[in-house]
């Protein structure tokens, strides 16, 4: 296969630390298609219509972190678009084709960037479907992808992890840990692990609902979440109070929620997202909500883009078109209501990090910031390069935690830049790998969630109560 190259500089190994795959492939690296076959199949493949429409014109390279990392034609959008045309022209899905798709971190700040309306979104999202389902990878590889697909997805078994987790950080190790850096030189991607997870405290269950304060103006679903609600229960909890105190009558479900889907949608796992997204709808079918809310990025785009999900399925494509509907981003409900609680001041200065999925996935970039501003004191400070990926993107940091390292070292630099001492984001991955990278770069700045933030300006309780939560030394 003869792939143009654009001049620059090649990365010395791939991001998982091995020469990129090049010539002959060997048996656990084969493609799983029979020989002769085109990359893909004939469910669901990348449209021949929406990969014409790319121009090559390069507006997407400066926003892509893969490019702005290593100069890589292939590993841009216009690149990876190029090897979408060769798969659908009859090239094989050989391993080097698959390397460029799997480096993509699907932050889709290309889809903003592009000036010809590229639909860049739904062809990474049909391509790593067909990688799923039409290739071998490694051994290494598939034990890691099944490993995080055991866990990630199911908030019990999170949940279990909170105990282990609570007491290995109660004695100290973590420091020690992270300044010997053994761990990291030894097993890289349990390093990262390891670094991730937030500083635990006791969390309380959730309740079915939450009575809405005053005159109800809306009755809302809201997503717990996996990670969300198994490392950042206080997330949801401040979640809850907010829409309250705006008049909202919350449905939470606790019990009967799971996974939503987003990160197997965003791994290629087609019917391993659809099922996580029937339960979903069940769970949530006869509620009588308005509106479904949701506070992690990531999520909220999958579930805006139920009704594409289950579009084949006769039972549900028209139940999971009408859920999408209703689904907002929390910041999108708050602005679309209006707010009826008092804001008390906070006086303090913030950096608003925009979550890839929910600036480029979502186009929801205003309504955070707006609602920020309206708190009064709060100072707020843009970050330099908004547009590129922390790194964190899902399970990316993990599946290549080196290039994650140094795309959130960049995050932590111009996040400390603004000289801000709150960072804000709305999205629980990003919190995690910035407040990593802000550590190894021996900064010192609290985190918080946009929730949190309106939380505490609504209950009056003074920004300590923010400030306090800083990031781990």
Known sequence: MSIPQQPGPTPVT?????????????????????????????????????????????????????????????????????????????EPLADSMVTHFDRCLGCMSCVTACPSGVQYDRLIEATRQQVERRHRRGPRDRALRAAIFALFPYRRRLRLLRGPLRAYQATGLPRLVRRSGLLRRLAPTLATVESLAPRLGRAARPPQRVAAVGTRRAVVGMLTGCVQGAFFPEVNAATARVLAAEGCEVVILPDRQGCCGALSVHNGREEEARRFARRMLDTFAAAGIDYFVVNAAGCGSTLKEYGDLLRDDPRYAALAADFAGKVRDLSEVLVELGPVATRHPLPVTVAYHDACHLAHAQGVRAQPRRLLRDIPGLELREIADP?????????????????????????????????????????????MQVAASVTRAGGDIALAHTAQVLDVSIRGRGVEELLHQRTPS
């Open 14 to 90: 791939s991001p998982g630390g091995s020469q990129p795959a090049s010539g002959p492939r060997d048996v656990l690296g084969a493609a799983a298609q029979p020989p002769g076959v085109g990359a893909f199949d004939e469910h669901h493949p990348p449209s021949a219509e929406l990969v014409a429409d790319c121009v090559h014109c390069g507006f997407c390279l400066p926003t892509c972190p893969t490019y702005v990392l290593w100069g890589e034609e292939m590993d841009s959008p216009r690149g990876r678009i190029y090897l979408m045309k060769q798969g659908l022209e009859g």
């Open 387 to 431: 547009e590129i990926c922390c790194g964190s993107a899902g399970i990316w940091n993990i599946l290549h935690p080196g290039p994650a390292a140094e795309l959130g070292d960049r995050k932590a630099r111009t996040v400390l830049a603004t000289g801000a001492g709150l960072l804000v984001t709305a999205n629980p991955g990003c919190l």
